[in-house]
C-alpha cells in the first residue's frame, strides 16, 4: 500500500493507493475514529459490481452500513438529487461522527461530497473513486458540485475527504475510451509540474496496456501532483488554477458541441494542444516541446485535431461567457517548459484565431 | 463604532457596534477588498425599511447592487428558498470576489450564509442583523442552515462572515416581545461566562427601558462572550455547546408547543430556570444563585413557569429525540457558579421529572 498524505492547514488526510484496496474500507475507516454508521453513495452499475465487497468489508470491521443508489450520469448532478441523500442520511440516522463514502466516479464523487458538507454542518466523507480519472483528479482536492440548471458546479463547497481510497484493481471494468480520456489528465500534470513523469510515459510503448505496476506509478504520481498544488492554494486563490490547463479550449469545445461528442478528457487533450500551439506562437514555449506534447497526446489515442464544423466564432464566444472570466478577457494556462505552466496569460485574439483554425480538420 | 475582532485559525474578522452603521454599510464593505456587486438578501418589511438607506450607501461606495426580497419566516428557511438567492445570484452576475450581505434576522442571517458558503464555492457574506436576538448571537460564529421537513437546521455549513454589522438604531422598531426574548440569551451569557454582565444586568432598573449606552454595552459583551466562545471551538466539537445552556429543555418546550406559543428567547428563559434548577438539586450550583438568576430572568418579563398542560412525559421524550443526542443519553450545560458552566452533564431521570413537574404551574 502507498500512502500520500495531504496535509492541509485545515485537516490532514491520506490518500491510499492499495491494489484490492476495496476489502480494506472496513479497516481503514477504523483508523479515521469513532464512527458507527456508513452510508455508502453510489450508483446501480457500481453497486452490482462492488457494493458487496465493500458491505462486506465494512460490516466485518463492525460498522452499521447503508448504501444508496443513485441515477448515474451528469445529469443527475442536481440539489434535487442531493436531497435524496439527505434522505438516505436521515433514514439511517447518520450522527456528526458518521462517515459518507462516495463510492464512484466524479459525479458521485462530487455529489456525495457536497450531500457531506452540509449534512449537519458537516459529516466525514471517505473518496473511494471508481474511475482512472476520478483517481488522478476529481477525488483530490476537495471541491464539491452540483449542476445548476443554468451552469456546471456552480454550487458547491470546499470540503476535504478524510481518506482517498484508490483501488487499481476495479479500472479492468473501465471502458478502454474512459482511461484513455482520463490519461489527458495525466499528461496535463507532466506538462504543467512533473517533467520526470512527462518523460517517463513518453518511454511508454502503449499506454493502453500497462503493466500494475506502471499503472500504479502513474496514480502515484498523478496524485502527488494534485496534493502538492491543492496543498500550497487549497482554494484556487492563484496557483490551483494551473490546474486548468487546457481546460479553457476543452471546455469551450465540450460546450458547442453539447458534451455530447467528446468526453472531458477529450477535450482537455484538445485544449492541450491548442495552449501548447498559442505558448509556441508568442515565444513563451519551445516549438519542439510543444511537438512532444503533441505526439505524447497522440500516442495516447486521443483527439488532436477537431472536425471542421467545430466554429472558431463559436469556440471564442464560448470562452468568454467561461464562468471564470473575470471582465471579459479570457487568460490562459500556458507552459513554459515540460513542468512548468504560468497563470493568466492573456493572448491576443488574432494568435488565438489563428491556432484555433490550425486544429480544425 | 466599537470593533471586536474575531480571530479564528482561519479567517479573522471584525463585529463592528455603530449606531447609525447602516449608513456606513458602503464604506465598511470598501475595507474587506476588492468587490464590485454585491446582492443585498432581506424581506419585504426589513427592506421597505431600510432598503434604501443601504443602497444609497452602497451606491455611493461605487457598488453595483441588487436586492432580493424573500418571504418572512422560519417556514420558508428551505432549501428552495435558497434557490431564489442562487437565481438571483445568477442574475445579477455575483463572481468569487462578490459579497452577499443578509440583512434581517436569524432566518435570513442563516439562509444567506448558507447559500453565499455554497455559491460557486463560496463567496463572501456580511451579516447586518436587524434583530437583537441575531445581533447577540445569530449573526455571530459561522453555523449557517436551513430546516429539512424532519427537522430544523439539518441543512447546513461552518462559514464564517467577513463582517458583522450591528447597528443598535435599528432595534427601534422592534416589537416589545421580541427584544425581551433575545434578553434571555444575553442573560445566558452572563450565567455561562460573563459574571460582570450578571451583576450589572442585576443593577438595570427596567430592561424594557435601555439607555442607549446601556443597550450598546449589552451588545457589546453579549458580542465578546460568543466570539471568546466561538474563537476557542468554530466547530462545536466540545466548549461551543456551552451556549446550548437552557436549550435542551427550552428547545422541548419550543417542540411540543410546536413553535407557536413561545419564542426561542421565551423557551431558552424557562430551559435555564430547568438546568438551574437541575444544577442545585444536584448540588452543583447554590441554591441562592439559581434563585439569582430565576429572579433576573423575571425581572426581563420572560416567562419562568409554563402551562400545565405541557407534560412533563411529553417534554422528557422530545428531549431524547434531540439531534444533539448521541445514544440516548440527555446531556445538559449545568452552572457551576455564575459566569461558569459544565458542559455534558448527565442527569438521573428522576431528578428530571421532579423538576419539571416543579415547573408546571
Chains 1, 2 share one sequence.
Not at 451552469?151 to 470540503?159: P, Q
Request: glycine content about 10%.
Amino acid at each position: 500500500m502507498i500512502r500520500i498524505p495531504v496535509a492541509l492547514p485545515s485537516s490532514h488526510y491520506d490518500i491510499r493507493i492499495e491494489p484490492g484496496g476495496l476489502d480494506q474500507l472496513g479497516a481503514a475507516l477504523l483508523d479515521l475514529g469513532k464512527a458507527d454508521r456508513v452510508l455508502v453513495v453510489s450508483n446501480p452499475t457500481i453497486l452490482k459490481h462492488y457494493g458487496a465487497r465493500v458491505q462486506r468489508s465494512l460490516l466485518q470491521a463492525g460498522f452499521e452500513s447503508a448504501s444508496l443508489a443513485l441515477p448515474a450520469g451528469e445529469r443527475y448532478k442536481t440539489l434535487r438529487t442531493v436531497e435524496r441523500i439527505y434522505q438516505a442520511a436521515l433514514d439511517c440516522r447518520l450522527e456528526r461522527s458518521s462517515i459518507i463514502v462516495a463510492l464512484g466516479g466524479g459525479v458521485i464523487g462530487d455529489m456525495t461530497g457536497f450531500a457531506a458538507s452540509t449534512w449537519l454542518r458537516g459529516v466525514r466523507v471517505v473518496q473511494v473513486p471508481t474511475t482512472l480519472l476520478a483517481m488522478v483528479d476529481a477525488a483530490i482536492g476537495g471541491k464539491t458540485g452540483v449542476n445548476h440548471p443554468q451552469g456546471k458546479n456552480l454550487i458547491g463547497t470546499f470540503y476535504q475527504p478524510s481518506l482517498v481510497l484508490v483501488d487499481p484493481d476495479v479500472l479492468a471494468t473501465l471502458p478502454r475510451r474512459e482511461r484513455r480520456s482520463a490519461m489527458a489528465e495525466v499528461i496535463k500534470y507532466g506538462v504543467i509540474w512533473d517533467a520526470e513523469l512527462f518523460r517517463w510515459l513518453e518511454t511508454l510503448s502503449d499506454l493502453d496496456r500497462l503493466e500494475p505496476a506502471q499503472l500504479t506509478r502513474i496514480l502515484v504520481r498523478s496524485c502527488q501532483t494534485k496534493a502538492e498544488v491543492v496543498v500550497r492554494d487549497e482554494r484556487e486563490g492563484g496557483l490551483r488554477a494551473i490546474l486548468n490547463y487546457g481546460h479553457t479550449v476543452g471546455h469551450a469545445i465540450e460546450s458547442v458541441t453539447n458534451y455530447r461528442r467528446y468526453l472531458h478528457g477529450e477535450g482537455v487533450a484538445l485544449g492541450m494542444v491548442a495552449a501548447g500551439r498559442l505558448a509556441a506562437n508568442l515565444g513563451l514555449w519551445s516549438a519542439s516541446e510543444a511537438a512532444r506534447q503533441e505526439a505524447l497526446i497522440a500516442g495516447a489515442h486521443l483527439p488532436v485535431r477537431w472536425a471542421g464544423d467545430i466554429a472558431t466564432d463559436a469556440l471564442i464566444e464560448r470562452m468568454q461567457t467561461d464562468k471564470k472570466v473575470v471582465t471579459g478577457r479570457v487568460r490562459f494556462v500556458l507552459p513554459e517548459a515540460i513542468g512548468r505552466a504560468s497563470i493568466g496569460v492573456e493572448v491576443p485574439e488574432a494568435v488565438l484565431r489563428s491556432v484555433l483554425d490550425s486544429l480544425a480538420d
